[in-house]
């Protein structure tokens, strides 16, 4: 008997679409992550924060292992993950209605400025893709 559940295991895990590949981990809506605090006016620009724009209003912030979503002021149609971002920081915080610009790397393009909204902290699980 034992050996027969572990025939029909085998040739479950062979059939097409019986398991489910590591690198294809589901998109995440940033809308969706969970709240760790209560929203904030700036957060650090230390250690090195980096960027991932997500359509054209949201931008996720990580600073080491914090993350912080970004609802922005208003839409930023121009926004996308192929063009750099160039943020106008007075001082060493990023704070709420900063702006910053969106250039194309190769062309040097310049195509806007988009203002900052309040930092929410969030909870992200690791491995997370934003769609």
Do not use: H
């Not at 294809?24 to 650090?44: F, Q, Y």
């Amino acid at each position: 008997m034992r050996f027969d559940s572990l025939m029909i295991a085998a040739a479950l895990l062979a059939m097409p679409g019986a398991a489910v590949a590591k690198d294809k981990v589901p998109l995440t809506d940033p809308a969706t992550l969970k709240a760790t605090g209560e929203p904030r006016n700036c957060i650090s620009s230390t250690p090195q924060v980096s960027t991932t724009p997500v359509g054209d209003s949201v931008l996720m912030f990580r600073a080491g292992s914090r993350w912080y979503r970004n609802d922005l002021r208003t839409r930023c149609p121009s926004m996308r993950t192929d063009r750099i971002l160039a943020f106008r920081l007075m001082g060493s915080q990023y704070c709420a209605l900063d702006q910053f610009d969106v250039v194309e790397p190769m062309s040097r393009i310049n195509y806007g400025a988009c203002a900052l909204g309040q930092f929410t902290p969030v909870e992200v699980p690791k491995g997370t893709r934003f769609k």
